[in-house]
């Protein structure tokens, strides 16, 4: 189209005067860097992306190569639809709260930008955000995952874990972090993370109720929001219930080819999306044993998977890890492991090389997981728990296996 150039009228002199006095107007429109991190947030755990500087590529190291929904032709990143997040994570509500938050904080709002009001000064970051730490990336090898993997495969069959009865639900409790990507009014990106804080979880084993409380999390308010899901809708591997996991096979096979086929097509590559399915399964439910040994199985299958000797929960406990870098953006994502146990302790991101302005060994996010039980009734907790708001001054040990 040929636009026809527009004439500028003279004007008055006070219109130019008032022009020169005033600041130029900002753009109305966020950056991309501030909505990814606005997504991110969002979404609690991030979901991470890219290569280690030296990418680590496992072979199969317990047998059979990868199934067939994942070709070897197929590895690379490729555009889709992106993974459907569990109602569980992140309610709607949460959601929308949280963008809210996150968009007043960013745009001026208390603890955000100064705007007009501190020009040239860059302003401080929200006030539930703290520098991201760094740490020193180590390392990952196929190197003793073969057995490590028997190991915590061979404690999550064992476990003793909670059932739920008829009208009882389901309680998690962590420890969680996440990232939290500020702009300064002088453009340049910072990487902040939320303060460690709790987060508890009630879900019915149909996934028909359920409840989210998070006060620190800047999306529940102190009382917590609703996770009911009233009309039933289809569950799946990426909105999973605890009666819908009893349903899958065990066999590592049989599961990764369940996982592909079931995935196809979303997040950042067939390889990086089985992970992290693996990893949203794991991290927030009470897996059956036999599933939860199958499911470390099948993980291990996993083109680029590694063994990291150490990392450390957001409960400040260290563990050996299992572990895949995303190749879209360099993060690392670290499912930990106790040594003397082999109990699921929680997951660490970390960068592995610096992209996106998120420098090498930033710790984009961390969690702990400090207690798993069945309840009675929604919002009730087991017996000696902390209370919601508080921290508890020592986590309690998970069971072991999840």
């Known amino acids: 189209m040929i636009r026809t150039p527009w004439r500028r009228r003279e004007e008055p002199l006070d219109h130019a005067e008032l022009r020169r006095l005033l600041p130029a107007p900002g753009d109305p429109e966020l950056s ?10 969002l979404m609690t755990e991030i979901r991470n992306r890219t290569p280690d500087t030296a990418p680590d590529i496992a072979p199969d190291p317990l047998a059979g190569p990868p199934p067939a929904g994942a070709p070897a032709g197929d590895r690379a990143s490729r555009p889709g639809r992106r993974s459907g997040r569990r109602p569980v994570l992140v309610g709607v509500a949460a959601a929308l709260a949280l963008a809210a938050a996150g968009v007043a904080a960013l745009a001026g709002g208390p603890g ?24 020193q990336v180590v390392r990952g090898s196929t190197a003793g995952l073969a057995g490590a993997v028997a190991d915590i495969s061979g404690a999550a069959a064992r476990a003793e874990l909670p059932e739920p009865g008829p009208g009882q639900f389901l309680y998690i409790r962590s420890e969680v972090s996440g990232l939290v990507s500020w702009e300064g009014s002088d453009g340049k990106n910072r990487s902040y993370v939320d303060k460690i804080h709790p987060r508890e979880v009630w879900m019915s084993p149909d996934g028909a109720k359920g409840w989210l409380l998070e006060p620190h999390g800047k999306g529940t308010g102190r009382d917590g929001i609703t996770l009911d899901d009233p009309e039933g809708g289809e569950r799946t591997l990426n909105s999973p219930s605890h ?6 096979p065990t066999d590592p096979s049989l599961l990764l080819e369940k996982i592909y086929d079931e995935t196809r097509g979303m997040g950042n590559g067939p390889d990086q999306q089985a992970f992290g399915t693996i990893g949203d399964l794991l991290r927030e439910q009470v897996v059956p044993p036999k599933l939860a040994a199958g499911l470390y199985r099948a993980a291990a299958r996993i083109p680029g998977v590694v063994l990291v000797d150490d990392s450390v929960d957001a409960a400040g ?16 994502t670290e499912w930990i492991f106790d040594r003397e146990t082999f109990a699921y302790l929680g997951e660490r991101t970390v960068q592995t090389r610096d992209a996106e302005g998120i420098r090498a060994g930033t710790v984009r996010g961390h969690t702990a997981v400090t207690g798993r039980a069945v309840v009675d009734a929604l919002k009730q907790r087991p017996a000696g728990s902390a209370q919601g708001g508080d921290r508890a001054g020592a986590p309690a040990a998970p069971s072991a296996g999840t």
Do not use: C
């Open 317 to 332: 406990r260290h563990g050996i890890a299992i572990a895949r870098t995303d190749e879209s953006d360099g993060s690392r």
């Open 32 to 41: 991309s860097d501030r909505l990814r991190g606005l997504e991110e947030h």
């Open 112 to 135: 955000g930008s100064g705007g007009s009001e501190n020009p040239g000064r860059v302003a401080a970051p929200p006030a539930w955000a703290v520098p991201a730490p760094v740490v």
């Open 243 to 248: 009666a819908y996991l009893k349903t899958l």
